[in-house]
């Protein structure tokens, strides 16, 4: 027993540096030890025929963004994808991940948070898992968007970023611009709110501090209907009161510690908005709080023991809920449907199998709906924004859909959004798993006869 114990200790402490393996293998275009990697630590199929690293990633669930510098540098950032089917060491260690590569080769690595879970959620995060633990630290759990920051040596400053995309990154012409202008929306709104995160303001706070990388939360509930990206989820306006950027933590770059909130807080001194730290330790007590709406979205606890470093377990708020089957639906197109389930398996347990129901017949729908948008856009540019022309198009193709196309065209004319285009749709299809995957495959037979044609 003794002996199992240094083993799985040492197996805890080892993660971050076998994420570490997987990252310089994929900079060194290294297929064969990625399939390794992949095979041990990430759910890969070993019988799967994998011959591209593109391939690889796609099996696993890992989105990559490549960017380029005018200097040559190249930047690439690391991230789970939309929809993960099975959650492994690879798969939680890519939340973002930043590596910078100069002309010579030289590589720098930057890591952030791992994914972490929702209380019950995943095997590891269930309460009976953590009966072993000690509960060492809760802080209350803001709902925002994670930024983080690190001092590149290679580029000679500090970068800002969210977990996806980096600041130099211009969203609207989809390539890396001047690295001293900010352009993501997502990074210029929380400048707005929290100017120390100017690039130049940073040289000031951080100085002595390049050796972490440092998290934040930038919170505000306002929308903006102008832009991409705001910051938090559509629940923020619910849970939080005002705009403002918190310092979460750090993790240090040697190797790679995550430091407890109270440790950070001490090192970044007053110089940050610092996460708000519990004073309970008592799990039910947090639960009450919780439950009784007083710390907004909810709260983080961190569990530590001799063989586990940390395990960082959300516990949120009822609001978080969703009551409808096209709120299901919604979370299932967003993305966000692993933060709903486990709370939903206790409070509906009809949504809750409707869920698991969709789960995997969403991401297939989206997919085609946005071939079949793309081809309504074809038709509006032949036709000079005709829609009764297009409409007739349709109607004179015999496999033409037509289920649902209002909703398609108004999509695709940028008149509603996507996932209301999806809710919509199913509440058409009324939810029901066997007509969508019908209508799939009818729109997917007649897209195949205009590709044809």
Known sequence: ?????????????????????????????????LKELAIKHGGLDSSINIS?????LNKIDITVKMFQLSNGVVVLSLNYGKVVRRWELLQRWSRGTYVIIDRSGNVELFFSFDKFFNLDEEEGWRLGDLTNLELVEATRK???????????????????ATRKLPHFYNIYENKIDNVRRIVHPQIRHAIE?????????????????ESYVHMFEAVDPERYPDEQYNLGSEYA????????????????????????????HKLIGNNFRKAEVLETKDLSEIERLVKSKMLGEGAVLRFESEEIPYRLVKVKNVIMFVQTEASV??????????????????????????????????????????????????LLARYNNDEKKVRNWL?????AVRAGIDFIISYAKGEITLEDAIVYLTRQLQYRKDRIIEWIRKVEKFLSTVDSS
Not at 18 to 33: A, C, Q, Y
């Open 142 to 160: 803001h709902d925002g968007t994670l930024m983080i920051t690190f001092y590149s040596n290679i580029l000679g400053q500090w970068i800002l």
């Open 395 to 399: 109607k004179s193709r015999p496999n």
């Open 1 to 33: 027993m003794q002996k199992r114990k240094e083993n799985l200790k040492e197996e805890l402490y080892l993660i971050p540096q076998i994420f570490k393996e997987f990252v310089i293998s994929l900079v060194n275009n290294d297929l064969e030890k």
């Open 237 to 264: 306006p619910l849970t939080e009161k005002e705009k403002y950027v918190v310092y979460l933590t750090a993790r240090r770059l040697d190797d790679l510690y995550l430091l407890r909130y109270l440790e950070a």
């Open 329 to 378: 639906v919604l979370a299932l197109v967003k993305g966000v449907i692993d933060d709903i389930l486990p709370i939903l398996q206790r409070q509906n347990k009809k949504l809750y199998e409707k869920a698991l129901e969709l789960r995997d017949v969403i991401p297939s729908l989206v997919e085609i709906v946005e071939k079949y948008a793309n081809l309504i856009r074809k």
């Open 52 to 56: 591209t690293i593109d391939q690889l």
């Open 193 to 209: 709110i929290e100017p120390k995160l100017e690039l130049d303001n940073l040289k000031v706070v951080l100085d002595g501090l």
